[in-house]
């Protein structure tokens, strides 16, 4: 049980990290005066808010719950890193909706600085929360909880829901692969791999 919670969320981790990759490369183009897609950056968006709060941050908040209890110097940041997850959820709900409605409204627009930079921050900010946990929280969860506690925690660590295989996921997976659009950074440039599906430039 132990090595099946850790393994999920560090797979989470990596997941989020491409995701928020391709989302950088979208926001790069628009810094070209070029159009991003803005149904992929509302599905990035979608994914990178709603994903974590069906599994990822319960299981996180339990895990946190109990680090604060045999590890009391971790409670600041403990603190900090939840309420990180409240700003994520916020500001990449607000993105998604602004980036839907342009995406049906205004497709071919140009992206306006204020918006660009709110995204930014967003992927900013969620950078350096997946690095802090990473880096910090996650090496003293996994030191700190062993397996007893964790198997007594089980009933509210539930594996079942799905994250890769979700279909949400498989359907912005295949968006990303198909004709190497997470290759894409503006000017007709491609990057030389495509973090989510490994996929290459033509010429590779």
Same mark, same amino acid.
């Given at each position: ?9 560090? &797979? ?15 926001? +790069?183009?628009?810094? @070209?005066?070029?159009?991003?897609? /803005? @149904?992929?950056?509302?599905?990035? !968006? ?7 709060? =069906?599994? +990822? ?23 900090? #890193?939840? =309420? ?18 342009? &995406? ?28 802090? =946990?990473?880096?910090?929280? /996650? *090496?003293?969860?996994?030191? !700190? ?9 089980? *009933?509210?660590?539930? #594996?079942?829901? *799905?994250? =890769? ?7 912005? /997976? ?20 495509? *973090?989510? @599906? ?7």
């Amino acid at each position: 049980m132990k090595t099946l919670v850790f393994e999920r969320l560090h &797979a989470d981790h990596h997941r989020y990290a491409a995701l928020l990759c391709i989302l950088d490369r979208q926001l +790069h183009i628009a810094t @070209c005066d070029e159009i991003p897609d /803005y @149904c992929l950056l509302a599905r990035l !968006c979608h994914y990178l808010t709603h994903q974590p709060e =069906e599994w +990822h941050y319960p299981v996180e908040d339990v895990l946190f719950a109990r680090l604060a209890d045999c590890d009391t110097q971790s409670a600041d940041l403990l603190a900090v #890193l939840t =309420e990180e997850h409240r700003r994520i959820t916020r500001d990449g709900k607000a993105l998604e909706a602004t980036f839907h409605r342009w &995406a049906e409204d205004s497709p071919q627009a140009e992206l306006d600085l204020n918006r660009l930079n709110l995204a930014r921050s967003f992927s900013e900010l969620y950078h350096h929360h997946l690095h802090s =946990e990473n880096r910090h929280v /996650y *090496p003293l969860l996994e030191r !700190c909880i062993d397996a007893d506690q964790l198997n007594q925690l089980a *009933p509210r660590l539930s #594996l079942a829901s *799905p994250a =890769e295989g979700s279909p949400g996921f498989q359907r912005l /997976y295949r968006q990303v692969a198909d004709h190497h659009t997470g290759l894409r950074l503006g000017h007709g440039e491609q990057a030389d791999f495509c *973090p989510l @599906c490994d996929a290459r430039p033509d010429h590779a």
